[in-house]
């Protein structure tokens, strides 16, 4: 077994420059290969091999530490520096209907995913202390509306046991890339989709319009000065970040503990929402320029190798074990799916939100307010625009993901309270962990297309 974290990191970015030439390349078969399975799921199911085989040690390695502390909120900065919020705007409110939608979809998806399945398996409720299944679902809440950092987050805060955790991230990154592979078929049929709904997409088509044109005024070769200087920004604006959390989390904890329900005593939630809210700030300075120097691919660079960490900790044999898990997570999609279908066709929405207001929930990738398929999704509809959900997605959930991570937490062990009878385990107060659910996967998280906000 390998414990060396520079063999397991070089490991790993072999094999997503693999994943990465392979879905680049003409050859017939990875065309067709990667028309069904998305790009990022191979990035967390080919890692996921190396800790399910034993190749290498997971438990004592500190990659996804470096990962979710350094690289995360460098990443926020990078893919938050050519937002254009007035554009965003204009795009109207069907957009955050959408998102608010999804967010529902995945708060009350679980309690009636739980409540169907006890009915037919009542034993998934039998089981107490670390191993009960409300716990490991706080974790595949977390990703989903939070990130993989999150995911990470509720499995201490809610003192999740080892072997439900493996389940559910399998159960996690299973269950949305199917949804994910779902909605790329959609987006591929967007045209026909709107038209038959009647939508209207010339919102989108002026705002693909002036980011494309945006792209080509400041687009270049980088330098070496636009590359130092954007690792500047980004490990500057970490530092200070870092620096602002280590001061804030424990003031919450020490004069308002009662917060901790809404991350406020959680140090990593602190680092996410300075290291996003500076970057947004920076949207408006000159170092939007930096845009041109490709500051979000280095953004996605790093989200990528966070994505790749948090596969080392998906056990995808753990599902042989627990099949019901897997029906309990597909359940809980099919509420959210529903959701999103309904409201979209009721409000004749363009088949771009309804996809971008899912994986702003579902996929959003990125360790602190979710997206990892928000690029793939977006993007296969053609066009420039997209990664342009990527921005009202990530904003707003930065508001709301607290309230939702209380309200589904209260949901998910209040039903399973009411159908067993029993009494729930008071979960330990978590002092330096970002413990919304609301949803970024490392990964899922706010990844981004290129030439867009996260």
Known sequence: MITNDAIILGMLAAILGFVFYTAGSEHRFWKR?????????????????????????????????????????????????????????????????????????????????????????PEILNVGGPGEVWRGMTTVAGS???GSANQTAMKEVFDVGDQVFSAMVAVDVIVANIWMAVLLVMAGNARKLDERRGADTSAIAVLREKVEALQKKHARIPSLPDLMLIAAICFGVTAIAHAAADQIAPWFQEHAPQTARFSFTSQFFWLVIIATTIGVSLAFSPAKKLEGAGASKIGSVFIYFLIATIGTHMNITALKDSPELFVLGATWMAVHAGLMLLVAKLIKAPTFFMAVGSQA??????????????????????????????????????????????????????????????????????????????????????????????
């Open 33 to 121: 290969f990667y028309r069904i399975v998305p790009t990022v799921l191979m990035c967390y199911f080919l890692p996921s091999l190396l800790a399910t085989f034993g190749i290498i040690d997971v438990e004592n390695s500190k990659l996804y530490y470096v990962a979710s502390r350094y690289l995360l909120p460098a990443s926020l900065v990078l893919l938050t520096l050519s937002i254009d919020l007035k554009a965003i705007v204009n795009l109207g409110p069907k957009a955050l209907v959408l998102f608010l939608t999804g967010t529902l979809g995945i708060v009350i998806g679980g309690p009636i995913a739980l409540l169907l399945l006890s009915a037919i398996h």
């Open 144 to 146: 989903w509306i939070g």
């Open 361 to 454: 929930n579902v996929g959003c990738g990125f360790s602190a307010g979710g997206g990892g398929g928000l690029p793939p999704v977006t993007g296969a509809g053609g066009g420039s625009a997209g990664g342009t959900g990527l921005c009202p997605g990530h904003l707003c959930g930065l508001v709301l993901r607290p309230a939702a991570a209380g309200c589904r937490r209260g949901l998910v062990s209040g039903q399973r309270s009411a159908v067993s009878g029993s009494r729930l385990h008071t979960p330990p107060k978590a002092t330096h962990h970002l413990t919304s659910a609301s949803k970024q996967k490392p990964g899922r998280g706010t990844i981004r297309w290129p030439g867009f906000c996260k």
